[in-house]
């Protein structure tokens, strides 16, 4: 085993908007951290993919701000450049765009723009897949896939909850039977993401983005007039429904599926395609707080987008909750 020498003061697994958002509250509260990720890079759902030449949004599209809170962050990233407003609205199948008042805003050079920034002077660790965790003698304790040791004084949990659940039980963890019982409750949808290079410009209409347009797509963009590629590259979400049902289908016969179903907006030729599989896509039965500290256990919290409100802002929400329950704990023992 490779073990980390130097003990933090936190571990927090996972680099999306949650962890990140952690690290930058708990190092500007002066605690040494660090981020262990299973993926290449940082962001999580937040992510954004070269296709050739182009650029997609493959996961979360854009995010909206309600909360107060999050509100004063947003308007920094704005003025430095790293969020935009990309429309307030936008059509389905029938409707043209309406707005509705609520600004949907997008990374400037794609949704990842954001956790890349997040990340910037944090200890992050990518392509460390945790796969155990150990609480022994006052220390939180992660093994890596790559045989590396971590440990730490408390430990904050951002992957889906049954992820998290499962990584505790490889070390017998035992939560209180109600906190248990509350978390396994929470419920995800999955969702089969396409993306398709095309040779020819989308029909798609302004902004780019359209809601519920076929019974098996909730979701279709086109990345070029949202302003993040040079060329066109659209980002088709498949229905929950569809997703359960053609899961382990094969990638040609869903593209093929999903490419009938969408062609009304689409220009062929198709120049290349990809899919990407989020099991974990969004969740539906949230726990009702942003963050839960586990009773009994130093130093545990559990944060993510399925805790108090989902998608990007609830998710940016819990992951500061979940940094400011260490903050407090580690003051309220000194």
């Not at 308007?75 to 790293?82: P, Q, S, V």
């Not at 095309?198 to 902004?207: D, K, R």
């Not at 809601?211 to 590629?229: A, F, L």
């Not at 593209?255 to 896509?281: C, D, M």
Request: proline share 5%.
């Amino acid at each position: 085993m490779n073990e980390v020498n130097n003990t933090a003061s936190c571990t927090i697994i996972g680099a999306g908007i949650s962890g990140l958002m952690a690290a930058n509250t708990l190092k500007s509260h002066g605690l040494s951290l660090r981020v262990l990720d299973k993926g290449r890079g940082v962001g999580g759902r937040m992510s954004t993919r070269h296709i050739d030449y182009a650029l997609c949004d493959h996961g979360a599209q854009f995010f909206t701000v309600r909360q107060p809170e999050f509100r004063e962050i947003v308007d920094k990233w704005e003025e430095l450049g790293i969020v935009r407003e990309w429309c307030r609205g936008f059509a389905d199948s029938v409707e043209l765009a309406t707005e509705d008042g609520h600004a949907r805003y997008i990374g400037c050079e794609g949704m990842n723009t954001i956790p890349k920034y997040l990340a910037n002077d944090i200890d992050v660790r990518v392509n460390e897949r945790a796969v155990s965790i150990v609480f022994r003698q006052g220390n939180w304790i992660v093994r890596t896939e790559n045989k590396s040791i971590y440990r730490s004084d408390s430990l904050i949990l951002t992957p889906p909850v049954p992820q998290s659940l499962a990584l505790l039980d490889t070390g017998d963890v035992c939560l209180a039977k109600m906190e248990r019982d509350s978390l396994e409750t929470i419920r995800y949808e999955p969702c089969i993401a396409l993306m398709v290079l095309l040779a020819n410009p989308s029909s798609v209409p302004q902004p780019g983005g359209l809601q519920n347009p076929t019974q098996d797509i909730n979701w279709i963009s086109d990345n070029q007039i949202k302003g993040i590629s040079q060329t066109p590259c659209i980002t088709i979400h498949a229905s929950p429904e569809f997703s359960k049902a053609n899961w382990n289908g094969e990638d040609a016969e869903i593209t093929g599926q999903l490419l009938k179903s969408a062609e009304e907006w689409l220009n062929f030729p198709v120049v290349e395609f990809q899919i990407h599989k989020w099991r974990y896509a969004k969740p539906i039965q949230c726990y009702p707080a942003p963050a839960l500290t586990a009773s009994g256990l130093q130093g545990l919290v559990f944060a993510g987008d399925a805790f108090g409100a989902p998608r990007v802002e609830g998710a940016a929400i819990s992951g500061i909750s979940a940094a400011k329950a260490i903050i407090e704990a580690m003051n309220g023992s000194i």
